[in-house]
């Protein structure tokens, strides 16, 4: 394992006033925690760690509603606990050799009121981005070469969801495709390709014809779309499902899979391998580095863009459905929401946030090139 660290084994206890939190490590790990509100959240930022204890170990209890972790960048691992209401986290134990482990950290998670969180908030420093990608090899071997194929949703005679001040989908995720290009090729051994770059329509079974075409390694599908409750915005990371994970995500999956019959394009249309997908999904791993990539996307956001409540979904997306590329789908706020709007044409914030996509790719890289072999 090197230098990294190893979480051994993780539990949770407690009840909708305090939970307890214990993790076991081979080695005593150094950490920082921060928090972040709507919703609720504690971070606990961690050298880079390796979680090898059994993925139903941490489950929502009490007072703690939901748990993600995975890398979060070069040599850093991220954990994140969303609650229920305001709460604080704390260290009160700390000590070798407890019960077989190597080294315990035990946390007590408990409610504190809204000033008490804000305050906590306010404390928190978050670490700034690093600008430093893969350096000192001026040549690519071309089995290390990431193509990542960017598919800016919309287009042409469809013009996708429409804010309020009149903004269109279909411009906005170009932008946002043209300024994550530009973020992609700043890293070394990555190929970049586009599904449109003008105006112009082009079907979902084309979309993914492209990626398959272009023997893509990661599909990044890009959208910003519109949702009856106006007070919803922030950033979600869809994954292929047979099954929505909820209302919102098949609802905008229905949205998106209705695309095509703008012009009586039907999934009929597409190659049959691509309309067999959603049968095979458990038959490939595909849909194992998807979420893997979802999930670098979601961690890369945390603290530096709005994540909606439960970031992660999945649906039935068509775009989503080349049998051999792992794909996402990054909806990157709602034009349907004011506030969100505003934000998708910001030039600075729509650069910062393809930075941030960018990174996700690269933290996935090596995870991504491991699977070809």
Request: charged share 25%; no cysteine; aromatic share 6%.
């Amino acid at each position: 394992m090197g230098s990294r660290y190893v979480a051994i084994a993780a539990r949770l206890a407690g009840d909708d006033s305090r939970v307890r939190l214990v993790l076991d490590f081979e080695r005593a790990p150094e950490f920082k925690l921060h928090y972040l509100d709507n919703p609720y959240r504690a971070v606990i930022d961690l050298p880079e760690t390796v979680f090898a204890f059994p993925d139903d170990s941490l489950q929502q209890r009490g007072l703690v509603s939901s748990i993600r972790y995975g890398n979060s960048g070069k040599g850093r691992a991220r954990m994140v606990f969303e609650f229920a209401g305001p709460a604080k986290m704390e260290l009160v134990e700390s000590s070798e050799e407890a019960e077989g482990a190597i080294h315990r950290m035990v946390f007590d998670i408990t409610t504190v009121d809204q000033q008490e969180f804000s305050t906590e908030i306010a404390g928190s420093e978050w670490p700034e981005l690093d600008d430093e990608v893969v350096s000192g090899q001026s040549s690519q071997d071309s089995d290390d070469i990431l193509t990542i194929v960017i598919d800016a949703g919309h287009g042409g005679i469809d013009g996708g969801a429409e804010g309020p001040a009149g903004s269109m989908e279909k411009n906005v995720t170009l932008a946002f495709a043209e300024a994550m290009k530009e973020a992609l090729e700043d890293l070394d051994g990555v190929k970049v390709a586009m599904t449109r770059t003008d105006d112009s329509f082009l079907s979902l079974s084309a979309r993914v014809r492209r990626a398959r075409d272009e023997a893509a390694d990661l599909l990044i599908s890009l959208h910003a779309d519109s949702i009856s409750v106006r007070s919803l915005r922030g950033a979600t990371v869809y994954t292929l499902s047979d099954k929505a994970s909820d209302a919102v995500a098949q609802s905008l999956a229905d949205q998106e899979n209705r695309e095509d019959a703008i012009v009586g394009v039907s999934l009929e249309n597409a190659p049959e391998d691509i309309a067999a997908i959603l049968v095979d999904l458990a038959r490939t791993e595909t849909r194992v580095y998807s979420t893997g990539l979802a999930q670098e996307v979601i961690s890369s956001f945390e603290g530096q863009v709005k994540l909606i409540n439960n970031p992660l979904r999945h649906a039935g997306f068509r775009v989503l459905q080349a049998p051999d590329v792992p794909s996402v789908l990054v909806e990157m706020g709602y034009l349907s929401n004011r506030e969100d709007e505003k934000l998708l044409n910001d030039e600075e914030w729509r650069n910062n946030t393809a930075q941030l996509l960018a990174q996700s790719v690269q933290n996935y890289r090596q995870t991504i090139l491991a699977g070809r072999q």
